[in-house]
């Protein structure tokens, strides 16, 4: 097996066409053939079979891809990371789409102190998140659990050879634009939010309430907006009779025209830090944990939930 014989296999499944998948990779139909040829002697299966449209995966051809990908994948990454001969910093961050996160990331930015760097920040969906950091994509992802998704994201924290760890415990709050009918309530219930569409960020593939960014996402709700991204919720919340859950924790950007207005509920978030148990707290990590721990520390909302 080779890294070549993988990438050719990956084409073939994508494209669903041997003549497609050599032109994409620049080979001959031969070549393409010879080496599907040869992973199936290997491994002693049938990867794919023939229709009248190309050919298509065996269920084996199906399982042996998903390996596939996954392994050039992480060639990928090791090209990348080791193409250049600079000792260029790299560090990268996945992150629910919370904005202290953000303020952390530019503090560690500001401090490096090397010539070259590489930073990546990664506003991404929970699912991304378990997998950047599994994969290494990102030395460090940032999600909250509760009592309703811990049980599934520790699953999938141990399946992935994670560690989570927390930073704080929040309640649960309602955010809505300052003019909304609700907006000079002291407290609300779920009853009471029903007319209401209710926000919320996409999860892609796994779409499911265990992974939702938003608490009590498994409470059925009939009109509902998903979004990717904070600035598309600021604007729905100020200029839309909308709410979405959260920490109560107002970014800098939405705290003009937002209220957040606790929920009544025994529901809390515990907001943590997921990292490959492999990985050394070191260096630029080390620095970023911190920051974050500084920037919580020295919000007033954050101190709270705290007990500081």
């Not at 992973?39 to 596939?68: D, K, P, Q, S, W």
């Not at 990371?81 to 000792?87: D, F, G, P, R, T």
């Not at 000079?184 to 209401?196: K, V």
Request: glycine letters at 4%.
């Amino acid at each position: 097996m080779t890294l070549q014989q993988l990438r050719y296999l990956i084409a073939i499944a994508e494209t669903g066409s041997m003549s497609a998948a050599a032109k994409r990779m620049y080979a001959s139909q031969s070549n393409l053939s010879i080496a599907v040829k040869e992973l199936e002697r290997e491994f002693g299966i049938e990867i794919f079979t023939r229709t009248n449209r190309g050919v298509a995966l065996t269920n084996e051809g199906n399982e042996l891809l998903a390996y596939a990908r996954q392994i050039v994948e992480q060639a990928n990454m090791l090209e990348e990371h080791y193409a250049s001969k600079s000792h260029e910093a790299r560090f990268s961050v996945s992150t629910q789409h919370y904005a202290f996160c953000v303020r952390a990331f530019i503090d560690t930015v500001d401090s490096c102190d090397d010539e070259e760097y590489d930073f990546i920040m990664r506003e991404a969906a929970t699912g991304e998140i378990i997998d950047d950091v599994r994969t290494h994509r990102s030395d460090i992802g940032i999600l909250y659990i509760d009592r309703h998704n811990a049980r599934v994201l520790r699953s999938a924290f141990e399946d992935a050879q994670l560690v989570f760890t927390p930073l704080f415990e929040a309640p649960v709050n309602v955010f809505v634009g300052e003019h909304h009918p609700l907006a000079h309530r002291e407290m609300l219930t779920l009853d009471e939010l029903e007319d209401y569409p209710r926000y919320s960020f996409e999860q892609g593939v796994a779409n499911s309430f265990f992974f939702s960014e938003e608490p009590l996402s498994e409470v059925p709700h009939k009109r509902k907006i998903r979004i990717s991204d904070r600035a598309t919720l600021t604007s729905l919340l100020t200029d839309f009779d909308g709410y979405t859950l959260s920490t109560g924790i107002l970014t800098p950007e939405m705290q003009d025209g937002i209220v957040s207005i606790p929920l009544d509920t025994d529901i809390t978030m515990t907001v943590g830090y997921l990292i490959h148990k492999d990985r050394v707290l070191d260096g630029l990590l080390a620095a970023y944990i911190d920051n974050l721990r500084a920037v919580i520390k020295n919000n007033p909302l954050v101190a709270r939930y705290l007990g500081e």
